[in-house]
């Protein structure tokens, strides 16, 4: 059975879908197949690869609602990486699923139950939404792990904590198995005194709750912020090296995933 991980944060911008990106191209270049599921409606994953996510005839909506196979909806995205793609269509989820509650009687399960004849992946990597609507709940119910990106800034601890609160309260209730893998921090400007000051409050916190903080941290850079503009790539799949891939592929390691 493939391992699956989450990347998962109730906030935008704070490099969930880099990070999933980034892992798979890391996963691929170690010889392993990896399957990104995109939960988010932007679409996100595929435009990190150069598709357009508008192209495809189904999607993870599709699949979830019953009116379309994972298989037959699964695209290539690169050289062992697959995608579950999504876009704008994820949006009407909610609602289709809400109003039709006596065919959705597991609200939670659509995901687990659509993707789980799936096989050949050595690893299923799903990114997360920026909120903890339906989706985020289908995907903590399907995931075995979740990793968190944390952006050091006034007030994130506090959000930080209600996060992995709320996966405390969501493996109680719906998904005993769930774990979190860790905390890793994202867009560090190790310059700024705050960031230094944020990371030692998020460490002191993880180490007292028995949570992994790596010690990894994903700089803000430059390439990170226009990367996917003109490369059409995740970094960890660019030949060149550079300070961005090199974070990557030390949380890589440091995850001890493969
Ligand atoms: P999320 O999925 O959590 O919304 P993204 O991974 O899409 O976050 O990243 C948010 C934005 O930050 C994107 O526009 C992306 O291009 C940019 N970005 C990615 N990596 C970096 C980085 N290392 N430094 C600065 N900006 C980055
Ligand atoms: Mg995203």
Redesign the pocket.
């Known amino acids: 059975m493939a391992n699956i991980i989450a990347i998962a944060?109730n906030?935008?911008?704070?490099?969930?879908?880099?990070?999933s990106v980034n892992l798979a191209g890391l996963f691929a270049t170690h010889g392993k197949k990896v399957l990104i599921v995109d939960g988010?409606n932007q679409g996100?994953v595929s435009l990190s690869f150069g598709e357009n996510p508008d192209t495809f005839e189904s999607t993870i909506y599709d699949v979830m609602i019953g009116s379309a196979e994972a298989k037959d909806s699964i695209v290539n995205l690169y050289e062992g990486i697959d995608v579950l793609p999504a876009n704008d269509d994820l949006q009407f989820l909610e609602f289709d699923v809400l109003t039709n509650r006596n065919k959705y009687k597991k609200p939670f399960q659509l995901l687990k139950d659509s993707l789980s004849s799936l096989k050949g992946y050595d690893v299923i990597i799903v990114?997360g939404p920026?909120n903890l609507g339906l989706m985020a709940g289908n995907i903590l119910n399907f995931t075995h792990e979740v990793l968190i990106?944390f952006q050091p800034e006034k007030y994130s601890m506090r959000s930080l904590v209600k996060m992995l609160n709320f996966i405390v309260d969501f493996r109680e209730k719906i998904n005993p198995s769930l774990q979190v893998k860790g905390v890793v921090a994202?867009?560090v400007d190790r310059r700024t005194a705050l960031h230094d000051q944020i990371l030692k409050e998020c460490r002191k916190y993880c180490l007292l709750n028995h949570i992994t903080l790596y010690d990894t941290v994903?700089?803000?850079?430059?390439?990170?912020?226009?990367?996917?503009a003109y490369e059409n790539l995740p970094v960890t799949l660019i030949q060149n090296q550079n300070s961005?891939k090199t974070a990557y592929s030390q949380l890589f390691e440091e995850l001890n995933l493969s």
């Open positions: 944060n906030k935008g911008g704070v490099l969930k879908t880099s990070l988010d996100n990114d920026p990106p994202t867009l994903i700089p803000r850079s430059i390439r990170g912020a226009s990367g996917v961005l």
